[in-house]
């Protein structure tokens, strides 16, 4: 997509459509603010998919609010430090990203990961629905949403299916994650 501003007109150019539009329709300062939101979540997604933490961790703001079903709730360092140890151990896994988005102050995006879970040595495909909040042109809030029990079926096989829907199993999960997580962050350190 290239943009470019005449005077009175932005004009818009992709693959699909040209557009003219009056510069008055946009203020110059929320049209550049989706932009670099945009270009933040592409950033991310493509630093992940090349194994490169530093350059996903750089996407997040220093107060950034990580959650997701198999971690829960994750602030700062520690949200940084997950990414950080889940690429430190799969080394393995590929990730895939589409319909990235973003407007205003916030953004969405759909994302994949295939792996092989090392505990099960079980094939995993997680299918995830991301959500953004950004601050100074950073990530301050990043949610994760996937079906933990579509994910415990296929990482834990039987045990996963039969208890993975359960707020026992999810409740363990969570336990187990930021226990992993804490041993990691102490090691960092």
Known sequence: MRFENFHQN???INSFTERT???SYFSSINFKIIMDNETVIKKFYESFAQHDVEGMIGCYHNNVVFFDPA???LTGADAKNMWRMLLSRGSNIKITFSNVH???NSGSADWQAEYVYSQTGRNVIN???ARFEFDDGKIIKHTD???LWKWTRQALGFKGYLLG???FMKMKIRKQTNHLLK???RRMR
Request: hydrophobic share 45%; charged share 15%.
């Open 183 to 185: 041993i990691f962050s």
């Open 10 to 12: 932005i004009i818009c």
């Open 21 to 23: 539009f009056q510069a």
């Open 145 to 147: 949403n996937f079906d």
């Open 71 to 73: 971690f829960g709730e």
């Open 165 to 167: 829907w359960s707020p």
């Open 102 to 104: 973003a407007e205003g």
């Open 127 to 129: 299918k995830i629905s």
